[in-house]
């Protein structure tokens, strides 16, 4: 079938813009190196991946991820005090940091002359970092209060969390990224000391170097700081936790005080290499992702009963996760019809498959979402590490070719095999 051409310059350039630079290596200490070397613009980001997040937090301390991640902003052995962020600044670049489920990522972008100061900064605090009781203290405040606001006071946050921790019985996934707040009150420094120390190590690290760099220059100077700091003291192994099998549709209403009612339907999907999670992939672009989806169609334009609609997948997760349908409602009194219509659309799916058309254009849609993802150095990095974390980066090459190779009669299956009661959490948010 004629593509259109974006999927055919897409798929001509793809596989030489993303790996004909791209060179790694592995230390004697298991930390391993991504090079891409890009001369585009002289510019370089850096990011430092730990494999530490929700999924790794002992039960009873979530947000232990999120609250070191503030924590490694507050001084290491030879850069002490609130500095690290003022010495990237002082050199025009900036930094920052995110917590994920699966993962927590520190980066910097600066001219590529700077990369030393990347390198040094880092690797102090992989290594050296102070844990000030007084820092602890303040940072703890700093998150409970980013708690409240973000989802304490924010009704559209705390029924996306409120379904996630019903949909999950016993997975990490349950748990916020930000944790619950007497999960936080109950952190004490002994824990993130303890935390830091078994996961913020070589061998569960990697690093994602990326522009305007020379390699063989670029390693010299990595070994040099990286190389000699110490292994984790016991090898940080990811628990494999099975979600056990949910019987029956589960449902949790909300009411708070709001001026836009939601619903939040939630089904329970596998994540990427299971090549479902590419079906499913397509399945949402045509639902629900975009003014001409199937669902905003028919929800917004046909209907006028919600502002919004969309849905989405997270195949690049570690473990399964979720695939949402999220609609936000003009009157809290048609949820039910909305949910009706929801369904039916759920069904029609189910019974028969998507328009060659639609298959295109869906396939177009997430090529060119590949493409876009990499359009800045930043972006190319941080694509690659999202595979990294998965297995390996190499991976993003067949992950495209099996997307491309997904037909229509794959989408209708998972469609009948995902979308059933057994499967779904249904949240409901109303207006106190």
Request: glycine share 4%; with cysteine.
């Amino acid at each position: 079938m004629r593509k259109t051409a974006l999927a055919f310059i897409f798929i001509l350039i793809f596989p030489v813009m993303a790996f004909s630079e791209i060179k790694e290596e592995t230390l004697k200490n298991g930390l391993k190196i991504i090079f891409i070397e890009e001369h585009s613009v002289p510019l370089t980001t850096f990011q430092v991946w730990y494999k530490a997040g929700v999924i790794d937090e002992p039960e009873g301390k979530s947000g232990i991820s999120h609250l070191l991640e503030h924590l490694m902003f507050r001084g290491s052995k030879n850069y002490p005090g609130n500095v690290f962020s003022k010495i990237i600044q002082s050199h025009g670049g900036i930094d920052n940091a995110f917590t994920t489920k699966d993962y927590t990522v520190y980066f910097q972008k600066l001219s590529s002359q700077k990369i030393d100061i990347s390198i040094e900064l880092e690797s102090d605090r992989m290594a050296n970092l102070l844990f000030l009781p007084e820092d602890f203290e303040l940072e703890k405040k700093i998150v409970l209060e980013e708690r409240r606001q973000r989802y304490e006071d924010d009704p559209e946050s705390l029924i996306i969390e409120e379904v996630i921790s019903t949909a999950f019985k016993i997975h990490p996934y349950r748990k916020p990224v930000i944790g619950w707040t007497e999960d936080i009150q109950s952190i004490t420094l002994e824990d993130v000391k303890n935390y830091y120390s078994e996961y913020y190590c070589p061998q569960n690290a990697f690093i994602v170097v990326a522009g305007d760099i020379k390699i063989n220059e670029a390693r010299k100077k990595i070994k040099e700081k990286f190389e000699k700091i110490s292994v984790c003291k016991s090898n940080p192994k990811r628990k494999v936790i099975y979600e056990p099998i949910q019987h029956g549709e589960k449902r949790v209403i909300l009411k708070k005080k709001t001026h836009l009612p939601m619903i939040v339907m939630s089904y329970r999907v596998p994540a990427y290499p299971n090549r479902d999670s590419l079906s499913l992939e397509i399945l949402s672009t045509i639902a629900g992702e975009g003014k001409s989806s199937r669902l905003y169609r028919k929800l917004v334009i046909e209907k006028a009963l919600v502002v919004d609609v969309s849905t989405s997948n997270s195949p690049l997760s570690r473990d399964g996760f979720l695939f949402f349908i999220v609609a936000s409602l003009k009157d809290a009194e048609k949820a039910d019809e909305v949910e009706r219509i929801i369904r039916e659309e759920l069904e029609k799916l189910k019974n028969e498959p998507p328009s060659e058309k639609e298959l295109e254009k869906a396939k177009n849609q997430i090529e060119a979402s590949f493409l876009f993802n990499q359009d800045s150095i930043f972006g190319r990095a941080l694509f690659i590490g999202k595979f990294e974390i998965l297995g390996d980066w190499k991976m993003i090459d067949a992950y495209r070719k099996e997307i491309m190779n997904i037909n229509a009669g794959d989408v209708q299956e998972v469609a009948k095999k995902y979308f059933v009661s057994d499967n779904l959490t249904v949240g409901i948010l109303l207006p106190k």
